[in-house]
């Protein structure tokens, strides 16, 4: 079954530190995988958007890798702020699909 | 307005209600999506139109029934729902929907909506 796991679900870091998000999928045939953010209530917000033939993709302090023989993705935020406290979700389009596969995200919490 | 609006951003109905949720979408896109999204579940493609015409329904339930005038406009009619129908509903938009196209998903601000 193609599927797509965040974990941890939750995460709280001190203002200022370098963090790692993680993203997982279960099958390396896909056409892209792409990072979103989500803040309460609201819509999603396109950060990244990774094709299969690349391994990274990078804006700002945001970094995007790209592991399809692991089946992993990291999103790399460097001197963290809490203006990016937010949901940030994971979403792959795997061959054969027509759709985006979502994960059920990560609820990250940066501390001032 | 610019990107993906959607209107109302709360609905409360009974269960033998009829509403009707409304997005538009102000970027010349070709396609449009709902989807749901439920409390600690992923997202939920509902309903995908590409030029007005529906490509793609994951068996949605019949309670739910999509509309789509034109390619800027789309409508997700609601009637007889249940509990469980609670939930945020999002409204994307794609310049396509062709797999493996480059393309990022545009979503609106979503409705909550809550059935009593």
């Known amino acids: 079954k193609q599927e797509v796991t965040q974990i941890p679900a939750a995460l709280s870091v001190p203002e200022g530190e370098n963090l790692v998000l993680n993203c997982s999928f279960t099958?390396?045939?896909?056409?892209?995988l792409q990072w979103f953010r989500q803040d309460p209530g609201k819509g999603l917000t396109s950060l990244l958007l990774?094709?299969?033939?690349?391994r990274e993709q990078t804006s700002g302090r945001l970094n995007a890798s790209l592991d399809k023989s692991s089946g992993r993705s990291t999103l790399y935020i460097a001197a963290s702020q809490p203006g990016d406290s937010a949901t940030y979700l994971c979403?792959?389009?795997?061959?054969?699909?027509?759709?985006?596969?979502f994960g059920t995200g990560t609820r990250l919490t940066i501390i001032p | 307005e610019t990107g993906v609006t959607q209107t109302p951003r709360h609905l409360v109905m009974g269960m033998t209600n009829k509403k009707s949720l409304k997005c538009e979408q102000h970027?010349?896109?070709?396609?449009m999506y709902w989807y749901k999204q439920s409390a600690k579940k992923p997202l939920e493609l509902m309903f995908v139109?590409?030029?007005?015409?529906?490509?793609e329904n994951n068996s949605v339930p019949s309670r739910f029934s999509p509309e789509c005038p034109n390619s800027s406009h789309l409508f997700l009619h609601l009637h007889t729902l249940q509990p469980e129908d609670s939930a945020l509903y999002l409204c994307?938009?794609?310049?396509?929907?062709?797999?493996?196209?480059?393309?990022?998903?545009?979503f609106g601000p979503g409705t909550r909506l809550t059935v009593l």
């Open positions: 099958d390396s045939a896909i056409y892209n």
């Open positions: 990774i094709q299969s033939s690349q």
């Open positions: 979403a792959v389009w795997y061959f054969g699909n027509e759709k985006l596969t």
């Open positions: 139109y590409s030029l007005e015409e529906r490509v």
């Open positions: 994307a938009s794609s310049q396509h929907i062709a797999s493996g196209v480059t393309d990022t998903q545009y």
């Open positions: 970027l010349g896109h070709n396609a």
